[in-house]
């Protein structure tokens, strides 16, 4: 039978686990060494980038950084989650505060640590990146429209440090680094919309609190329809393989998002149309494997040709 201590100690594991997100963390890194084999660097054999020290590295990396930025984000967020999420909050509040930010420390000094075996590239890329989410968490978020578009911006900046490492610069990636941000920024807006009362409590700028909400499914609504934009490359100008049918069944999802959320009035509608659009990104993630190396390698011969 387990201890008193025993079990004190895997609560509070439990609780880390509950503030880090664990579970979006290997998603992350899933979509890192995916991306990396069927999209950055599909000229390179898939056991090679899976056995390259330094990617594995930067994943690592990755993952640590956006763990720690969970941290420092639940450490400023602490009264606001007691509003919008009590149930997590409570799970949450059983690892103190002091801990929870010299793990935050810990983790960073590791981070870097790490890069400076691949270059100082690397060391100031992540350098950057810890700042980023530190300065977003202390001040960028409660402001409006920024705060929405850097959480975006650091959601797919992980995916650029694999690009600056495979070098490949061509103009598929950034459409599918478009629409991802574009997915994400608008869910950031749905959680500003989820998450209105604790927003209003602790004096967050965002859309809903000064301007209300129909404002903010006009936005929404107007972000949703650009998204036609970078699925239009990617599905008619570039050839990703079998991946067209992601992007096509993401636009019909999408479609059934926007019906939804004109109806949506309580917390529990965007918790729902919060969790639809998580369902497009992840499934986004599992869908890289359709797209055929060799169309890339062929697409990416003809941009370095010109």
């Given at each position: 039978?387990?201890?008193?201590?025993?079990?004190?100690?895997?609560?509070?594991?439990?609780?880390?686990?509950?503030?880090?997100?664990?579970?979006?963390?290997?998603?992350?890194?899933?979509?890192?060494?995916?991306?990396?084999?069927?999209?950055?660097?599909?000229?390179?054999?898939?056991?090679?980038?899976?056995?390259?020290?330094?990617?594995?590295?930067?994943?690592?990396?990755?993952?640590?950084?956006?763990?720690?930025?969970?941290?420092?984000?639940?450490?400023?967020?602490?009264?606001?989650?007691?509003?919008?999420?009590?149930k997590k909050?409570?799970?949450?509040?059983?690892?103190?505060?002091?801990?929870?930010?010299?793990?935050?420390?810990?983790?960073?000094?590791?981070?870097?640590?790490?890069?400076?075996?691949?270059?100082w590239k690397?060391?100031?890329?992540?350098?950057?990146?810890?700042?980023?989410?530190?300065?977003?968490?202390?001040?960028?978020?409660?402001?409006?429209?920024?705060?929405?578009?850097?959480?975006?911006?650091?959601?797919?900046?992980?995916?650029?440090?694999?690009?600056?490492?495979?070098?490949?610069?061509?103009?598929?990636?950034?459409?599918?680094?478009?629409?991802?941000?574009?997915?994400?920024?608008?869910?950031?807006?749905?959680?500003?919309?989820?998450?209105?009362?604790?927003?209003?409590?602790?004096?967050?700028?965002?859309?809903?609190?000064?301007?209300?909400?129909y404002t903010?499914?006009?936005?929404?609504?107007?972000?949703?329809?650009?998204?036609?934009?970078?699925?239009?490359?990617?599905?008619?100008?570039?050839?990703?393989?079998?991946?067209?049918?992601?992007?096509?069944?993401?636009?019909?999802?999408?479609?059934?998002?926007?019906?939804?959320?004109?109806?949506?009035?309580?917390?529990?509608?965007?918790?729902?149309?919060?969790?639809?659009?998580?369902?497009?990104?992840?499934?986004?993630?599992?869908?890289?494997?359709?797209?055929?190396?060799?169309?890339?390698?062929?697409?990416?011969?003809?941009?370095?040709?010109?």
């Amino acid at each position: 039978m387990l201890t008193r201590k025993s079990k004190l100690f895997l609560t509070k594991i439990f609780s880390f686990f509950s503030v880090v997100r664990g579970y979006n963390i290997w998603v992350i890194a899933l979509a890192q060494y995916l991306s990396a084999i069927y999209i950055l660097a599909p000229e390179e054999r898939a056991m090679n980038i899976l056995l390259d020290w330094k990617m594995f590295l930067i994943v690592l990396s990755s993952s640590l950084t956006i763990a720690s930025g969970y941290i420092i984000n639940n450490f400023y967020d602490a009264k606001k989650d007691l509003i919008n999420r009590p149930k997590k909050a409570m799970i949450d509040r059983l690892v103190s505060q002091s801990t929870k930010l010299k793990v935050y420390f810990a983790i960073n000094f590791l981070v870097v640590t790490l890069v400076s075996f691949i270059s100082w590239k690397a060391v100031l890329f992540f350098s950057s990146y810890i700042f980023l989410i530190w300065y977003y968490s202390h001040k960028l978020k409660k402001q409006i429209i920024i705060g929405n578009l850097t959480a975006a911006v650091l959601a797919v900046l992980p995916f650029f440090g694999i690009l600056m490492y495979y070098r490949n610069f061509y103009q598929v990636i950034f459409a599918h680094a478009t629409f991802l941000f574009l997915i994400i920024f608008i869910r950031e807006l749905i959680k500003d919309l989820e998450n209105i009362e604790g927003d209003l409590a602790n004096e967050y700028k965002t859309i809903p609190v000064l301007f209300g909400e129909y404002t903010s499914k006009v936005i929404i609504s107007i972000i949703t329809t650009l998204t036609i934009i970078p699925v239009y490359f990617l599905t008619d100008i570039y050839d990703v393989g079998y991946m067209d049918i992601y992007f096509y069944t993401s636009l019909i999802f999408l479609v059934f998002f926007l019906l939804k959320l004109w109806k949506s009035k309580e917390k529990t509608d965007y918790l729902k149309l919060h969790f639809l659009l998580k369902f497009i990104i992840v499934s986004g993630v599992f869908c890289i494997i359709l797209i055929d190396p060799l169309v890339l390698i062929h697409g990416k011969k003809l941009i370095s040709s010109y």
